[in-house]
């Protein structure tokens, strides 16, 4: 299965909805969608709004994004988002994010470079997961071995697995007033109780794309901390301390 296949499989577990139904979006709204991987979001967000423009850097994504498009009023573009200013966009009423902001651990920099392109009194949505692996019962050997993996993929500057915890931080260091915080509900991520087999394949998925991990753990010790994970996801003790942070906030006119 390729990653654009999955992340399009992975939003049966999504509520979207529930999510934009809390956004102050008017129709009259030019949202841009950073890091829209398969353009799912864009194109809920355009049932909304007037324009919503996409912008990844992944080119897989961004073809199926295209080809599932059926929409005039959604386009996409193929830039790195950490490097925007050179892009020819028009300032926007809202700006969209999830499941992306991780990527950057320097965000509060990356924020300030998306803010410049939001209008004064507009509006900021961010969704990010915070504590990936935080599922029991593991041992403290398998919790430690995540928890180093967390700090590695930080170091590098590749991946923050606790940046759910730091949006808030993010969003009011950048002068931002947050009109909505809350922890979402969901069934693959952040949920209690034994997953469903179509989870449990999922998180299997998701593991054998972390050749970081395997490569730091080896083989056979990344085998037994894979089978560990999985059956704990299908324990009915299972309990998650991972979170889905959810984040709305506004830019304030007296912010330029």
Request: glycine share 6%; hydrophobic share 40%; with cysteine.
């Amino acid at each position: 299965m390729s990653l654009a296949e999955e992340y399009e499989r992975q939003n049966q577990w999504r509520n979207w909805d529930a999510y934009l139904n809390d956004l102050p979006v008017k129709q009259t709204d030019i949202i841009l969608d950073m890091g829209c991987g398969t353009g799912q979001l864009s194109r809920l967000l355009a049932e909304r709004c007037l324009q919503v423009i996409g912008i990844d850097q992944n080119p897989e994504l961004l073809e199926i994004a295209k080809q599932n498009n059926q929409k005039d009023n959604v386009s996409f573009v193929n830039a790195n988002l950490n490097d925007i200013s050179r892009l020819d966009l028009p300032l926007a009423d809202g700006i969209w994010c999830s499941f992306t902001a991780a990527y950057f651990t320097d965000f509060n920099n990356t924020l300030s470079k998306w803010l410049q392109l939001l209008k004064p009194g507009g509006w900021l949505a961010l969704v990010e997961i915070d504590n990936l692996f935080g599922h029991h019962p593991l041992s403290s050997e398998t919790e430690a071995h995540f928890k180093d993996h967390y700090k590695r993929l930080r170091d590098q500057h590749l991946y923050d697995f606790e940046m759910g915890s730091k949006l808030k931080d993010c969003v009011v260091s950048n002068g931002l007033a947050i009109i909505l915080e809350r922890n979402a509900h969901d069934e693959e991520l952040a949920f209690n109780g034994p997953a469903s087999n179509t989870v449990i394949a999922a998180w299997e998925n998701r593991l054998d794309r972390m050749t970081g991990l395997q490569k730091a753990l080896g083989y056979d010790q990344f085998q037994l901390i894979k089978d560990e994970f999985l059956n704990c996801l299908r324990d009915n003790r299972h309990e998650c301390s991972a979170t889905v942070k959810f984040i709305v906030a506004i830019k304030t006119p007296n912010l330029v």
